[in-house]
Structure formats: structure tokens, C-alpha cells
């Protein structure tokens, strides 16, 4: 089945630190630029990073510049999402996305994972 | 503050035909293609339009894409209950070097 499945998210404390996962599965992951777009309660979609299909071209959005780092292994079809120095700004259901090779945008989604930055 | 603009809020009755905007400048829009996506209320995104006007296949073809230099408009016709939801345009922003959305629209089936 293809499909893109987040994990890692939890409560964290502000300034503190997190890892998020997306594994990916049923298609050819390392063919893909890769993308994490998150969303807070309530509220629109923003997008947050995204890494060419070699990991050698990364995008941030500026407000998680220098927090945030973005990184994949196309060994193990999986992208990751370091969060650092976290604010409660950052508190979110983060999306991973594919972005489809021909058609451009955001083909694939998965379900999502919940980080709550609070004390 | 989104980079694209949307309205914040569409209605319409089962039946009607409604757009919705979506207005960017000449660094997203303007120089490159727009896509939609509609959320409906607990799920995540689902792309809707591609490249200004494509539809991928599941797609009803009672939703269609435009877009004219810095704007762009969803339209669904033969409103439906089933396509209340919140829909969010977008678009690469060269300037920015940034995928950027609309802040998005929450269509209401009267």
C-alpha cells in the first residue's frame, strides 16, 4: 500500500527537543522530493521543510531556521524532522508529504502527528 | 499572515456553484503553478488540483482550477454536502525559496 506514516510526536517542554519520523512505503521513496507541513489547532496549513530526493538541497521556512533540521534515509525510506529550542509557537500536528515528480505539489499525505510544546 | 490570500469563509446551497479565491504576487503566482487542496474536518490534506487546472484522476469534474497572473480560483459546481470542508491554495514562492499557502477557506453547505 502507499502510504506515508508519521511518528514521534509527544508533549515537550519549551526549549526542549524532538524527533519526528515519516516512513514511507509503496512506492520508490528515494525518486521523491519529500516535504513537512504542519498545522496548528485550529488553524491553516503552513509548510515547515522539504529535501531533495538526494538530501543535498534542503528548504526552510524562516520562522524554524536554525531550530529545525530536516534529513532522509532512502535506505530505510524514511524522512525525519529534528525540532529543537521548541516554543509553544511550534505546537502542531505535523504532516509529511510527497511531492509528486510530474504534477508538482503535495500527492501524498500522511495521517499526522501531534507535538504539544507546553509546561 | 499567509502569503496567499483566501477568503476566509465560502456558502452555498446543494446544487450551487461556488469559487473561491486566491490571491498571491508575481513571485508565487505569478511565475508559478497553483495548487488546491481540500481538508475535510479531522483527515489531512488531500490535493485536489494540480497545476492551476489539472485534476488527479478521482477528482470529480465538478471542481476546477484558474488562474489569471497573481490569482487563481477553485470553482465547484453541483454543490454537495459532502464537499464542506476547508480549502487551502498554493503555490512555490521563488523569492522565498518556500512552498507558501492560502490561509485557507471554510466552504459551508447551507
Known amino acids: 500500500e502507499v502510504q506515508l506514516v508519521e511518528s514521534g510526536g509527544r508533549l515537550v517542554q519549551p526549549g526542549g527537543s524532538l524527533r519526528l519520523s515519516c516512513a514511507a512505503s509503496?512506492?520508490?521513496?528515494?525518486?521523491?522530493?519529500m516535504t513537512w507541513v504542519r498545522q496548528a489547532p485550529g488553524k491553516g496549513l503552513e509548510w515547515v521543510a522539504n529535501?531533495?530526493?538526494?538530501?543535498?538541497?534542503?528548504n526552510y521556512v524562516d520562522s524554524v531556521k536554525g531550530r529545525f533540521t530536516i534529513s532522509r534515509d532512502n535506505a530505510k525510506n524514511s524522512m525525519y524532522l529534528q525540532l529543537d529550542s521548541l516554543g509553544t509557537e511550534d505546537t502542531a500536528v505535523y504532516y509529511c508529504?510527497?511531492?509528486?515528480?510530474?504534477?508538482?505539489?503535495?500527492?501524498?499525505w500522511g495521517q499526522g502527528t501531534l507535538v504539544t510544546v507546553s509546561s | 499572515q499567509s502569503v496567499l490570500t483566501q477568503p476566509p469563509s465560502a456558502s452555498g446551497t446543494p446544487g450551487q456553484r461556488v469559487t473561491i479565491s486566491c490571491s498571491g504576487s508575481?513571485?508565487?503566482?505569478?511565475?508559478?503553478?497553483v495548487y488546491w487542496y481540500q481538508q475535510l474536518p479531522g483527515t489531512a490534506p488531500k490535493l485536489l488540483i494540480y497545476?492551476?487546472?489539472q485534476r488527479p484522476s478521482g477528482v470529480p469534474d465538478r471542481f476546477s482550477g484558474s488562474k489569471s497572473d497573481t490569482s487563481a480560483s477553485l470553482a465547484i459546481s453541483g454543490l454537495r454536502s459532502e464537499d464542506e470542508a476547508n480549502y487551502y491554495c498554493?503555490?512555490?514562492?521563488?523569492?522565498?525559496?518556500?512552498?507558501?499557502f492560502g490561509g485557507g477557506t471554510k466552504l459551508t453547505v447551507l
Open positions: 529535501i531533495k530526493q538526494d538530501g543535498s538541497e534542503k
Open positions: 498554493s503555490a512555490w514562492d521563488g523569492s522565498l525559496n518556500n512552498w507558501v
Open positions: 508575481s513571485s508565487n503566482i505569478g511565475s508559478n503553478y
Open positions: 497545476k492551476n487546472n
Open positions: 509503496g512506492f520508490t521513496f528515494s525518486s521523491h522530493w
Open positions: 508529504a510527497r511531492e509528486a515528480r510530474l504534477r508538482g505539489g503535495f500527492d501524498l
